[in-house]
């Protein structure tokens, strides 16, 4: 599959030369998506990067309050322009 590399940073607003560090995994518990946001907030000022988490938050409750708290976090730190937060999109098109 033949995917246009610079529609997909534009639909995700991912700048042009950041390097793009993505995670695929559920939204549970065990995955650690807050330790990964948790690492990435403290280099993502010295590099030009982004985040990518996609999973999905629809599997059960747990999976859905994980998904809010994760989106929750990111705008209090202020990554709300570095990190993407995606559930419900096929793997195929990132």
Excluded at 25 to 51: D, P
Excluded at 72 to 79: S, T
Aim: a neutral charge.
């Amino acid at each position: 599959m033949n995917l246009d590399k610079i529609q997909l940073r534009k639909d995700f607003a991912i700048t042009e030369n950041a390097i793009v560090i993505g995670m695929i995994a559920h939204y549970r518990i065990e995955k650690y998506h807050e330790l990964v946001l948790k690492a990435f907030s403290k280099i993502q000022n010295n590099f030009n990067i982004h985040l990518v988490l996609l999973g999905n938050k629809d599997n059960n409750e747990e999976t859905l309050i994980i998904y809010k708290d994760l989106v929750k976090n990111v705008k209090e730190l202020g990554l709300s322009n570095s990190v993407t937060i995606l559930s419900g999109i096929p793997v195929e098109k990132e």
